[in-house]
Each structure stands twice: as C-alpha cells, then as structure tokens.
C-alpha cells in the first residue's frame, strides 16, 4: 500500500476556489491510479475524480464537471484536486485513494482502491 495525506481543505464561502493535495509515499507513486472521494454527513461516500497513471486520462462526477479538475505530478509523488465556484453543496470530508492499475485505465469504484488518506474537511457557506 501507499501512504497518502491530504491537505488543502478549509473553510470558504460560495463562489471561492481551493486546491487540495495528497502527498503520497511508500510506494512507487506512478504506479496507482489517484482519485478523490467525499463523504458529506449523513451520506455515503461519493466519487468525485479520477486520473490515471500517465495523467492523460480522467473522469470525474457529473456534479464537480466544469468546476473541479483532478492533476497530478508524479515527479512530486502528488495529486492535486482543483475546485473553482464551490457550492454548499460540495461540503463534505474529501478524501484522496490509490489504486494499482493499468497505465491509462481510470478507476472510480471505491472498492478498487486500497490505500486512502485521512481525509480533509471542505466546509463552503452560502
């Protein structure tokens, strides 16, 4: 497994923009697919992007497209999650998960993933 950390997370009221990271260690960060998930209270845990390996492909939720892009670097073992015109709606605990996998494939089913971080808190008022 790979060790993942997130950061980024914070208060901001609707309309605003943050960028999460997951800092990735342990493991040969280049080969995990990288995604986001979040998990709002009293719900279940909802995917939100993913990319792959190469960073050429990504898919991400209906709600999030046009306004969240998922990155990465993996000269810094890092991915990053984008998110522009935050809406209360995207409140929620954000949490970054890897999964092995082929190299263009991109992966979305938490079941897949087999190291996850912590998670981050993104609280967006109205």
């Known amino acids: 497994q790979v060790q993942l950390v997130e950061s980024g997370g914070g208060l901001v009221q609707a309309g605003a923009s943050l960028r999460l990271s997951c800092a990735a260690s342990?493991?040969?960060?280049?080969?995990?697919?990288m995604a986001w998930f979040r998990q709002a209270p009293g719900k279940d845990r909802e995917f939100v992007a993913t990319?792959?390996?190469?960073?050429?492909?990504?898919v991400s939720t209906d709600s999030v497209k046009g306004r969240f892009t998922i990155s990465r670097d993996n000269a810094k073992n890092t991915a990053y999650l984008q998110m522009n015109d935050l809406k209360p709606e995207d409140t929620a605990v954000y949490y970054c998960?890897?999964?092995?996998?082929?190299?263009?494939?991109?992966?979305?089913?938490?079941?897949?993933?087999?190291?996850w971080g912590h998670g981050t808190q993104v609280t967006v008022t109205s």
């Open positions: 342990g493991r040969t960060f280049i080969d995990y697919a």
């Open positions: 998960a890897a999964a092995r996998s082929l190299w263009n494939s991109t992966p979305w089913n938490g079941a897949d993933f087999d190291s």
């Open positions: 990319i792959s390996r190469s960073g050429g492909s990504k």
